[in-house]
């Protein structure tokens, strides 16, 4: 296990880690360490994080489906003028409900402001976007953006 840092990591550099563990090239298959370096990147908002991110979510591998998530994470993505998860965005907006696009809506419009949330009292907090994936699964108790550990997800 390689040690993960925050200040002075690449997300590129974290982004092919989290591809290499998914992959299991040049190491063993490893969904939970994968899942470990994808959003350090995406908090970055590396787009190739951000769109791996949001097509983990949108398959589940390795996290339990949930096409909110994938459906924000695609949408960020999109902002930086990438056209490939513009046309997954697109593409998972057909299978959504309509809840789930206010959901999903309402979550993207909260990873835009991740690395500085205005809670109610108006101060300023610093939170990583994937601590606002985790406050939101574990809020609503669904089970949603749960890491499992089994490899064998992975097609």
């Known amino acids: 296990m390689v040690p993960r840092g925050r200040g002075t990591a690449l997300p590129s550099a974290q982004h092919h880690l989290a591809v290499l563990y998914f992959k299991g090239l040049g190491v063993p298959v490893d969904c939970a360490e994968a899942l470990a370096w994808e959003p350090l990147a995406a908090d970055q908002r590396y787009p190739d994080a951000e769109t791996g991110l949001a097509y983990v979510y949108e398959t589940g591998i390795g996290v339990s489906l949930d096409y909110v998530a994938a459906f924000a994470w695609y949408s960020r993505a ?36 991740t690395e500085r949330l205005i809670p109610p009292n108006n101060s300023v907090v610093e939170v990583p976007c994937s601590q606002v994936l985790k406050r939101r699964s574990s809020g609503f108790g669904t089970g949603r953006g ?10």
């Open 146 to 155: 749960r890491i499992t550990s089994n490899p064998s997800v992975i097609g």
């Open 78 to 113: 999109s902002a930086h003028d990438e056209r490939a998860p513009s046309e997954r965005r697109k593409s998972l907006s057909r299978r959504m409900t309509h809840r789930q696009l206010d959901e999903a809506s309402a979550l993207f419009s909260e990873l835009l402001r």
